[in-house]
């Protein structure tokens, strides 16, 4: 009989075991992707968060408390990327508070704009981060909900030199007076159609890839590639969903500086 009880418990151990094992599985937290179809990203170790949720209203938002450069330029090059960063992401939700008034808003209010527990402004900020030989970058995604017919999404790009970390400007990365924005427009109008596939609209692609320095603001360096994201609408229609457009380190050689290339 003891043996039996014995066998029994046993037996009951390793269901138990395997129960916990599949749960957690399951319910693991996962590797968050790229904000589009470009180069895998990963989320920082380092996260902050800041959540609120109100009756009309909910919005959640990750900053990184520590990056790289606390090793490779110091604590106080750590501290100013951290702060430019935290403080880039609570102006963005106190931008969203105000033009969603919600302050302020008015039992008349809510009734007109049909307000309750399953309609509600939302904003959601996240980012992930990738690193080149001589670079860290940081890649927010802020999708947002006003009660329109979608969301929307933009992105906000942070990149700091990893040796004096001091954050880099498109114009940072490349060698002065060369031609790159003229470069970054031609070669994205190159290579964004075949991205953009059937939702290709050659007058929006034409528009967002002009020679002008604002429309390659969010860039990122992964180390193989220079990485533009183009928001939806910049390029192509909303139901295409953001562009992650990838362009080989390679072919931008000859304007980067060296140690960007």
């Given at each position: 009989m003891k043996n039996h009880k014995t066998v029994t418990l046993s037996l009951l151990l390793i269901v138990l075991i395997a129960v916990a094992a599949l749960a957690y599985y399951v319910l693991r937290p996962t590797q968050a992707n790229a904000p589009s179809d470009g180069p895998a990203g990963?989320?920082?170790?380092?996260?902050?968060?800041?959540?609120?949720?109100?009756?009309?209203?909910?919005?959640?938002?990750?900053?990184?408390?520590?990056?790289?450069?606390?090793?490779?330029?110091?604590?106080?090059?750590?501290?100013?990327?951290?702060l430019r960063m935290r403080q880039f992401v609570d102006d963005t939700i106190a931008k969203f508070k105000?033009?969603?008034?919600?302050?302020?808003?008015?039992?008349?209010?809510?009734?007109?704009?049909?307000?309750?527990?399953?309609?509600?402004?939302?904003?959601?900020?996240?980012?992930?981060?990738?690193?080149?030989p001589r670079s860290v970058s940081y890649i927010f995604q802020i999708?947002?909900?006003?009660?329109?017919?979608?969301?929307?999404?933009?992105?906000?790009?942070?990149?700091?030199?990893?040796?004096?970390?001091?954050?880099l400007s498109l114009a940072d990365l490349f060698v002065p007076n060369s031609p790159y924005i003229?470069?970054?427009?031609?070669?994205?109008?190159?290579?964004?159609?075949?991205?953009?596939?059937e939702y290709l609209d050659k007058a929006m692609l034409a528009d967002g890839t002009t020679a002008d320095s604002k429309n390659f603001?969010?860039?990122?360096?992964?180390?193989?590639?220079?990485?533009?994201?183009?928001?939806p609408y910049a390029v192509a229609?909303?139901?295409?969903?953001?562009?992650?457009l990838a362009i080989p380190l390679a072919?931008?050689?000859d304007i980067l500086k060296p140690e960007y290339r």
């Open positions: 990963s989320s920082s170790a380092a996260t902050g968060t800041y959540t609120e949720h109100t009756a009309y209203a909910d919005i959640e938002a990750a900053f990184a408390t520590s990056t790289p450069l606390r090793q490779t330029a110091g604590d106080k090059a750590n501290a100013a990327a951290v105000i033009d969603a008034n919600l302050a302020n808003l008015t039992p008349a209010d809510v009734e007109t704009l049909g307000l309750s527990e399953d309609r509600k402004y939302d904003l959601q900020v996240h980012y992930l981060s990738s690193a080149g999708d947002s909900y006003t009660l329109g017919a979608h969301g929307n999404t933009l992105f906000r790009t942070f990149t700091f030199d990893l040796e004096s970390g001091k954050e003229e470069k970054l427009s031609a070669l994205s109008r190159k290579m964004l159609p075949a991205l953009v596939g603001e969010a860039f990122f360096l992964d180390g193989t590639s220079f990485v533009i994201i183009f928001p229609p909303y139901v295409a969903g953001p562009q992650t072919q931008l050689r």
